[in-house]
């Protein structure tokens, strides 16, 4: 059995998270399933929303749910067409950033292994 997961946010802090999400949403402008998906208006707000989210998720301060109340995250994204290739797509671009912001000595499970 891996760490428990509220332990991540402890290991990285809020600036491991701030990487992996910017890490992240360089890849989606260029991204052919990815792109259409997000405004590039909206990407920094994206950013600080998903970011806000993983941090509570994982043991940080809850400012997403202060902030939006809960998740409801099939809710939020009902009105978006993700069907099984943009999922895995999103999990694939996911797992290219989990490097740079988790020392892999240092995880047993990171947030894209747990949010699949």
């Excluded at 099984?84 to 292994?113: H, L, N, Y």
Aim: with cysteine; glycine share 10%; charged share 25%.
């Amino acid at each position: 059995m891996g760490m428990p997961e509220l332990e991540i946010y402890s290991m990285i802090g809020a600036e491991g998270f701030a990487r992996l999400v910017a890490a992240f949403y360089r890849q989606v402008p260029q991204d052919d399933l990815l792109g259409p998906i997000y405004p590039v208006s909206d990407l920094p707000g994206a950013a600080q929303r998903l970011r806000d989210f993983l941090i509570g998720r994982f043991g940080g301060p809850q400012t997403y749910i202060e902030q939006r109340g809960h998740p409801r995250l099939r809710a939020r994204h009902s009105p978006f067409a993700i069907n099984q290739t943009i999922r895995d797509r999103w999990m694939q671009a996911d797992g290219k950033c989990v490097g740079g912001s988790f020392a892999a000595k240092q995880r047993r499970r990171s947030p894209s292994e747990i949010l699949q």
